[in-house]
């Protein structure tokens, strides 16, 4: 399984890739291993702004729909538009094409909260 040291986890199975005040969002390897094929991706909250565990969008396998909860409070500024065509690159290559959003964080004390790669090898085992 693929947990990459570079990125910061959630007990709900999300990734962060932190860059300032910007952060990329998208599932884990595990996340994607236990839903399955994923044959649908959506986010409807670009432009808003949300609070930390609140659902910003829902990932839907062949068996089951998910909520997404976002990790950090802030603006969701964009959508990976090319999952609305190939959704399978969530499964394929989830730290990389399958990411899910970019959004401006407004709180980074926040992000002292998530996991890194060792905590979340613990939290899966």
């Known amino acids: 399984m693929n947990i990459p040291d570079n990125l910061k986890y959630t007990k ?3 990734w962060l890739s932190i860059d300032g005040d910007t952060a990329t969002i998208g599932i884990t390897d595990f996340a994607q291993g236990e839903l399955g094929d994923i044959v ?4 409807e909250t670009v ?3 949300l609070d930390k565990d609140e659902v910003f969008g829902t990932v ?3 068996k089951t729909v998910s909520d997404l909860y976002l990790p950090l409070s802030g603006e969701i500024l ?3 538009e090319n999952l609305e065509d190939e959704p399978e690159q969530v499964n394929e290559d989830p730290y990389g094409e399958g990411w899910m959003v970019k959004m401006k964080i407004s709180n980074e004390d926040e992000i002292n909260e998530l996991m890194d790669a060792e905590a979340y090898k613990a939290h899966i085992e």
């Open 12 to 14: 709900d199975h999300e």
């Open 40 to 43: 649908y991706v959506e986010v």
């Open 47 to 49: 432009g808003e702004t």
């Open 60 to 62: 839907e396998a062949v």
């Open 78 to 80: 964009e959508f990976n």
